[in-house]
């Protein structure tokens, strides 16, 4: 798995709407995005991280709901 670097000036950008990443949601591929752009992308049935295009959910509420199964699996 690939990590972004920090962001230069402690401000992280979403790729989306270019704005301050505003409650982020990070992907496995490191990327972290507006929780709003996400589901955007969900909406408009895009299946690849903005930034990179690896395949991934981008639905933050399946993301939230897969990652609460997985805590309580252990």
């Given at each position: ?35 709003e752009c996400l589901r955007q992308c969900a909406d408009e049935e895009l299946e690849r991280c903005p ?24």
């Open positions: 798995m690939s990590v972004t670097p920090p962001p230069v000036g402690g401000v992280e950008l979403c790729a989306v709407c270019l704005n301050e990443v505003c409650v982020g949601v990070g992907l496995s591929c490191g990327h972290r995005f507006c929780r930034k990179c295009r690896r395949l991934h959910i981008l639905d933050p509420d399946v993301l939230e709901s897969r990652v609460e199964a997985y805590r309580s699996s252990y």
